[in-house]
């Protein structure tokens, strides 16, 4: 009898293990929330990408390790909602994304991705502080680049198509979606500050498209491991967007969206996936700043400033930009867990 019990209770348990590697006890993710990078700590200090989406949503919830993540990554879980911050770069971001999409203690069925952050936005059409939602992403790395002093023409863009890179290159995110989203928040009102205003109308000379007040906006972005400024990578980033035929105009430049488009798209997710993103600078250089100015720690006159409050590059606008970035965002969030997205 003995025997027979202990069979009975080891055929239990093994029935009891195959049901919940099966799903059976899945965690059922509504919304997984995608930032980049945070500035310190996830609560309470200055602002990165992750921590208003981290206060506002998951804190004090559980906490998960996900294996092959990124590293000191965990996965915040709380009533449907998750974030992980994945790491800057596309390595990074695909790498994270489908690390969390691989494991099977979560149930991604029912999910919505939103990729979430910071960028830098398009001269001539975008001011600091604009919040946009992404129609699609491209791949700035891929191709031919080329550098103008060895161009017959330099003056012309450095970029050059190649087809066969196609399939990874440009990533057309669900036009419906996007018009959903779009339409839920397109009248959302943005703040901006005096200074960045100040820095903007001085830049550019008080050109009209330089001087309004941020908006929320429709575009495409353009992601590009190398973290470039300039009107000949500008002019690159329109001619790429010409040639995919891209549904909106140049507006950001970032670093991770398209992998992360091209990861959810092999999983089958791509019709799911919703970019919000803020612009903190621009995509050219400002106020006599320049490359070695921002990049080269010996240059003399180097200031890694980024995020400060007196930023030759992004002036005051940082955190601003990412209050921003979660007026728009907590929208489309709340919207997806009460089912009227």
Same mark, same amino acid.
């Not at 208003?52 to 449907?80: A, P, Q, R, T």
């Not at 398209?258 to 995509?283: P, T």
């Given at each position: 009898?003995?025997?027979?019990?202990?069979?009975?209770?080891?055929?239990?348990? &093994?029935?009891?293990?195959?049901?919940?590697?099966?799903?059976?006890?899945? @965690?059922?993710?509504?919304?997984?929330?995608?930032?980049?990078?945070?500035?310190?700590?996830?609560?309470?200090?200055?602002?990165?990408?992750?921590?208003?989406?981290?206060?506002?949503?998951?804190?004090?919830?559980?906490?998960y390790e996900i294996k092959g993540g990124f590293e000191n990554s965990k996965l915040y879980y709380k009533d449907g909602v998750a974030l992980y911050v994945t790491g800057m770069g596309k390595v990074n971001t695909a790498l994270s994304l489908s690390a969390i999409l691989l494991d099977d203690r979560f149930?991604?069925?029912?999910?919505?991705?939103?990729?979430?952050?910071? !960028?830098?936005? &398009?001269?001539?059409?975008?001011?600091?502080?604009?919040?946009?939602?992404?129609?699609? !992403?491209?791949?700035?790395?891929?191709?031919?680049?080329?550098?103008?002093?060895?161009?017959?023409?330099?003056?012309?863009?450095?970029?050059? &198509?190649?087809?066969?890179?196609?399939?990874?290159?440009?990533?057309?995110?669900?036009?419906?979606?996007?018009?959903?989203?779009?339409?839920?928040?397109?009248? @959302?009102?943005?703040?901006? %500050?005096?200074?960045?205003?100040?820095?903007? !109308?001085? %830049?550019?000379?008080?050109?009209?498209? !330089?001087?309004?007040?941020?908006?929320?906006?429709?575009?495409?972005?353009?992601?590009?491991?190398?973290?470039?400024?300039?009107?000949?990578?500008?002019?690159?980033?329109?001619?790429?967007?010409?040639?995919?035929?891209?549904?909106?105009?140049?507006?950001?430049?970032?670093?991770?969206?398209?992998?992360?488009?091209?990861?959810?798209?092999?999983?089958?997710?791509?019709?799911?996936?919703?970019?919000?993103?803020?612009?903190?600078?621009?995509?050219?250089?400002?106020?006599g700043a320049g490359p070695e100015s921002l990049w080269d720690p010996e240059y003399e006159n180097y200031e890694d400033t980024l995020a400060s409050e007196e930023s030759v590059e992004a002036a005051?606008?940082?955190?601003?930009?990412?209050?921003?970035?979660?007026?728009?965002?907590?929208?489309?969030?709340?919207?997806?867990?009460?089912? %009227?997205?």
């Amino acid at each position: 009898m003995k025997k027979i019990f202990s069979f009975l209770l080891m055929a239990l348990v &093994a029935i009891s293990f195959v049901s919940a590697s099966d799903g059976g006890e899945k @965690i059922d993710v509504k919304v997984l929330i995608l930032p980049k990078f945070e500035s310190g700590d996830l609560s309470g200090d200055f602002p990165g990408e992750a921590q208003y989406y981290y206060e506002n949503y998951v804190e004090g919830g559980e906490e998960y390790e996900i294996k092959g993540g990124f590293e000191n990554s965990k996965l915040y879980y709380k009533d449907g909602v998750a974030l992980y911050v994945t790491g800057m770069g596309k390595v990074n971001t695909a790498l994270s994304l489908s690390a969390i999409l691989l494991d099977d203690r979560f149930d991604f069925s029912d999910c919505y991705f939103l990729s979430t952050g910071c !960028a830098g936005s &398009a001269v001539g059409s975008t001011v600091m502080g604009d919040v946009f939602v992404i129609s699609a !992403a491209i791949d700035f790395d891929l191709g031919h680049h080329a550098d103008p002093r060895e161009m017959a023409d330099p003056s012309r863009p450095t970029w050059f &198509a190649d087809p066969s890179y196609n399939s990874a290159s440009y990533k057309l995110l669900d036009q419906d979606l996007v018009a959903r989203v779009y339409d839920l928040v397109k009248d @959302i009102e943005l703040e901006t %500050t005096e200074h960045t205003k100040d820095f903007m !109308a001085y %830049t550019f000379n008080n050109e009209e498209w !330089a001087v309004r007040d941020p908006m929320v906006k429709r575009g495409t972005t353009v992601s590009g491991d190398n973290y470039w400024k300039g009107y000949y990578d500008h002019e690159n980033a329109l001619l790429q967007t010409e040639y995919y035929g891209a549904p909106d105009p140049f507006a950001l430049t970032e670093m991770e969206d398209v992998a992360l488009a091209v990861v959810l798209d092999r999983f089958g997710y791509l019709d799911r996936y919703i970019i919000i993103r803020d612009s903190v600078n621009m995509d050219v250089f400002m106020n006599g700043a320049g490359p070695e100015s921002l990049w080269d720690p010996e240059y003399e006159n180097y200031e890694d400033t980024l995020a400060s409050e007196e930023s030759v590059e992004a002036a005051d606008i940082f955190a601003t930009a990412m209050e921003n970035n979660f007026k728009v965002g907590s929208v489309v969030v709340d919207a997806i867990l009460d089912g %009227t997205l």
